[in-house]
């Protein structure tokens, strides 16, 4: 209903609308390269992708086909070994940080692990290049997982710590009172309230990680055949991008762009299910 | 401490009362190793930081001593002949992530005003999932998808039409290649809106419900609430939440060493090529043979943990600012809680 006050307002409204359309096309801007890359990744890598692309290993230029098979299995090596050294440091860490909250480690070690989460990845590649390639003479899985649990290791904790805070204390209080120790609350009320959010918060933090090249080129770096062990060199999906894109070679970009695909499949499908993890109870 | 700290007692202090049977550990004794486990994780999260600073130090030390300040104000970088001047890495992240910021903070505040005060709420919740799918996406693959896609397009299009309708100016003029700063700050902005975007959101929730209500209550429109009430309240949080954008482009690594071209030189042209300290880290760290030229190599990566430290310092700080009352409502609302 028209009325005479809106009239005379009628500048502020326009006003409004013309700050509502702008912020659409904000978004309207924002999600144009989104969906062109997820676009291009899809179309191209599709066209790439074949059987072989996961079961053989690369080949020499010219020769055709070929595959990324050792860097499929690589990639999940680095990310797994990562995982087994930087989540359950990382938990623990974020429990500590919670329940000891006003102590001066808890502090310390929260600051720290907001500015470790903060430090350039290629960085990380550097010191675990110094303190373990140097040492062991050999680039390795071992260094590279490495570098990796670090980058890992500030984005579980905090998480942990961030989820653990939204525990009731009431809760605490109540467990306290039956008689359980501080460390059996941790672990058997305020660990088992918040899992859900800490699950999905670990697996936001494989999610990242597995996208990390910068700190591989250094340490993992890379390997035309399979490993044989962790404390050989061993290829990955994101060194492979990074090579294969800057060849000249048509046929490496386009298997570059298969392998992009894999690892963009990879770590939606770890968001997606994430957020999934994240609503589940709140749903039920 | 802003947040409600109902359990102050120390560490060691927890006793227990629980019963226990012989055979077993007592359970004050599992509780104190529990308890050093956990405060042995917090200290590695510490150590690792520490290790980081003192290792990237002590491997610059060669290039601090050798070449002092003058590495900072050098034109030149030639490991080949041992000339390394760091000026033109300095100068190439400046200019991508300035430029990469002023691409991307209006857009990323539109984004985050959309999400909290101006789009329809049918929408908010799709569009904020988007984005952060679009923070998800490795850096690598920007990186392909600029160095195949993005740089051409550049270079037959955009460019030739900057120099047309810009060309007055300097930085719109030169070899247009496709790759070069100007190619590394598209894909920069592209890749901080996510993190400006949804950081200022957090922000923009932050400014109580109470102060919106009270706006529109009094006649504001949507527009006026987020102009006269929102942003002024939100203010230095958006600020924290950009420089936090500029953190993330200064230590960007792959996509800007995939596109920025790898050329050590100080031009006024956006379209030649440059390079930044992050890519020229990635770019030659594993050929350097030289124990200068690795060292000055990691005075780079020394100085580009400074700036970013310093950045997301003063970042966190200024967004938890902002925080701040919300958690002191928080706290207002559940006052039972508190006094325990």
């Known amino acids: ?120 990845s290629i960085i990380v590649g550097i010191v675990v290049y110094a303190v373990v390639v140097v040492r062991m003479q050999r680039f390795s899985t071992l260094a590279g997982a490495l570098a990796l649990a670090v980058l ?67 340490t993992a770096f890379n390997n035309r055949f399979w490993n044989e062990s962790v404390l050989d060199p061993t290829s990955s999906l994101q060194v492979q991008i990074f090579t294969y894109t800057m060849s000249p070679y048509d046929d490496w970009h386009a298997q570059a762009w298969a392998a992009a695909l894999v690892l963009v499949a990879i770590v939606v499908v770890l968001n997606l299910v994430a957020r999934r993890v994240l609503r589940g109870p709140r749903a039920a | 401490m802003n947040e409600p700290a109902a359990l102050t007692d120390p560490p060691t202090s927890s006793a227990t ?50 070449l002092g300040f003058g590495f900072v104000t050098g034109r030149h970088w030639d490991p080949v002949h041992g000339d390394f001047g760091a000026l033109p890495f300095l100068f190439g992240t400046l200019v991508t992530s300035l430029v990469a910021l002023l691409l991307a903070v209006p857009v990323a505040l539109g984004v985050a005003l959309f999400l909290t005060d101006l789009g329809p709420p049918l929408l908010r919740r799709p569009v904020a999932a988007l984005v952060e799918l679009l923070a998800a996406v490795p850096g690598v693959v920007y990186g392909l998808w600029a160095a195949i896609v993005l740089a051409p397009l550049l270079r037959t299009t955009v460019e030739p039409a900057l120099e047309a309708h810009l060309g007055f100016l300097p930085m719109f003029r030169g070899p247009k290649v496709g790759v070069g700063l100007l190619c590394a700050s598209v894909v920069l902005a592209v890749m901080i809106l996510p993190t400006i975007a949804s950081m200022s959101r957090e922000v923009l929730r932050a400014v109580p419900a109470e102060l919106r209500e009270g706006g529109l209550a009094l006649g504001a429109t949507r527009w006026d609430v987020v102009r006269r009430i929102v942003l002024p309240h939100a203010k230095s949080g958006i600020f924290g939440a950009i420089l936090l954008g500029f953190g993330r482009a200064v230590g960007e690594t792959m996509a800007v ?37 690795v060292a000055a190599l990691a005075e780079i990566g020394l100085l580009l943990f400074g700036v970013t430290l310093a950045f997301n310092v003063t970042a966190r700080l200024l967004v938890s600012r902002v925080r701040g009352p919300e958690a002191a409502l928080a706290r207002v609302a559940r006052p039972r809680e508190e006094s325990a």
Request: include cysteine; glycine fraction near 10%.
């Open chain 2, 257 to 293: 060493a995939m596109v920025v071209g790898s050329r050590a030189d100080i031009t006024g042209s956006l379209f030649s090529p440059g390079y930044t300290m992050a890519s020229v880290i990635a770019n030659e760290f594993a050929e350097a043979t030289s124990t200068l030229h």
């Open chain 1, 152 to 218: 890992m290791l500030p984005l579980v904790a905090r998480t942990t710590d961030e989820l653990a805070r939204t525990v009731p204390d009431s809760l605490r209080e109540a467990a306290l009172a039956l008689g359980a120790s501080r460390w059996r609350i941790a672990i058997h009320v305020v660990l088992r309230t918040a899992s859900p959010g800490i699950r999905a918060g670990c697996m936001l933090a494989v999610a990242r990680v597995c996208g990390e090249t910068a700190p591989l080129l250094f």
């Open chain 2, 17 to 66: 009362h629980a019963p226990r049977s012989i055979g077993e550990p007592s359970h004050a004794l599992v509780d104190r190793s529990l308890v050093a486990v956990g405060g042995g994780a917090a200290c590695i999260v510490g150590l690792v930081l520490v290790a980081v600073a003192v290792v990237v130090l002590e491997m610059a030390l060669p290039s601090l001593r050798e």
């Open chain 1, 1 to 120: 209903m028209r009325t005479e006050l809106d009239a005379a307002y009628s500048g502020r409204t326009l006003a409004a609308r013309a700050a509502t359309a702008a912020s659409c096309i904000a978004v309207a801007i924002a999600l144009v390269p989104l969906l062109a890359i997820l676009l291009y990744v899809a179309q191209r890598g599709l066209g790439a992708l074949s059987w072989s692309f996961f079961t053989s290993l690369p080949k020499p230029v010219g020769e055709g086909g070929g595959g990324m098979a050792n860097a499929i299995v690589g990639t999940l090596e680095l990310v797994g070994l990562a995982s087994l050294i930087g989540i359950p440091i990382g938990i623990a860490a974020g429990l500590f940080l919670a329940e000891y909250r006003t102590t001066l480690l808890a502090r310390v070690g929260r600051f720290s692990a907001d500015v470790l989460a903060g430090v350039p």
